[in-house]
């Protein structure tokens, strides 16, 4: 663990977690000249805007090194994070595309990338300080928006909030303790959005309420 102007970040050879640590050793072999490794967050730290979202994708954020780079819900995300004036440049789907992200930063509830895409309780529980951190180190935070039951999960704990007192729902507006407003989304997944449980119009109306929060 390394701290940064006191901002907590997993090193990248990060041991705490044994399974994701093992996995990481595999992917070095395999994939050597990849990222391999505890993705960290991208975008402004004194920005008002959070998303958290679930854990870097074996070839996606595990191999570019940026959160959601090169993984298929990164196509929706960052597309939407342009269209509604929260990213400038074009995506490339890779960590040196010169994208920049505007009044915005992209965390996720897990750094490493998780076997199957499936982190366990204990996982999310350990990577919780680091989530609280970066909270705790945005000095200028109004919203977070979770992407998805576990981040929604993660981002009460790192507030120390009860979990039975804020039901995740698509859509579902949370006004925390702290001041923070959470705000609830479908995960943005290839599954979510190929059943249309998420489609581009709900993801898109879930950025509206955000700008014109952000705006008043
Ligand atoms: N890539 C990420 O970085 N996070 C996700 O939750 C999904 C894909």
């Known amino acids: 663990m390394t701290t940064q102007n006191s901002l907590t970040q997993p090193e990248h050879d990060c041991l705490i977690c044994?399974?994701?640590a093992d996995f990481r050793d595999q992917n070095r072999v395999k994939f050597p000249d990849k990222f391999n490794g505890p993705v960290p967050s991208f975008g402004d730290i004194n920005s008002e805007l959070l998303i958290v979202g679930l854990a870097p994708g074996l070839k996606g954020a595990n191999f570019s090194g940026r959160p959601f780079t090169g993984d298929f819900a990164g196509e929706l995300l960052y597309g939407t994070l342009i269209k509604y004036g929260f990213a400038n440049g074009e995506f490339k789907?890779?960590?040196?595309?010169?994208?920049?992200?505007?009044?915005?930063?992209?965390?996720?509830?897990?750094?490493?990338v998780p076997p199957e895409n499936k982190p366990t309780g204990p996982e999310i529980n350990a990577?919780?300080?680091f989530l609280k951190s970066q909270i705790e180190h945005m000095p200028n935070l109004r919203i977070i928006l979770s992407l998805g039951l576990v981040s929604h999960n993660?981002?009460?704990?790192?507030?120390?909030?009860?979990?039975?007192?804020?039901?995740?729902?698509?859509?579902?507006?949370?006004?925390?303790?702290s001041g923070v407003?959470?705000?609830?989304?479908?995960?943005?997944?290839?599954?979510?959005?190929?059943?249309?449980?998420?489609?581009?119009?709900?993801?898109h109306d879930v950025f509206e309420t955000i700008s014109n929060r952000l705006a008043s």
Do not use: W
Not at 93 to 112: M, P, S, Y
Not at 156 to 161: M, Q, T, V
Not at 163 to 169: D, E, N
């Open 18 to 20: 044994p399974r994701l």
């Open 93 to 112: 789907a890779r960590a040196d595309d010169g994208l920049e992200l505007v009044n915005c930063r992209i965390t996720n509830a897990v750094r490493c």
């Open 127 to 129: 990577c919780q300080p």
């Open 154 to 177: 993660a981002v009460l704990k790192a507030h120390g909030e009860k979990l039975s007192a804020y039901k995740f729902g698509h859509e579902a507006i949370h006004q925390l303790g």
């Open 181 to 203: 407003t959470l705000i609830d989304s479908y995960h943005c997944s290839k599954y979510n959005t190929s059943t249309k449980r998420l489609t581009e119009e709900m993801f």
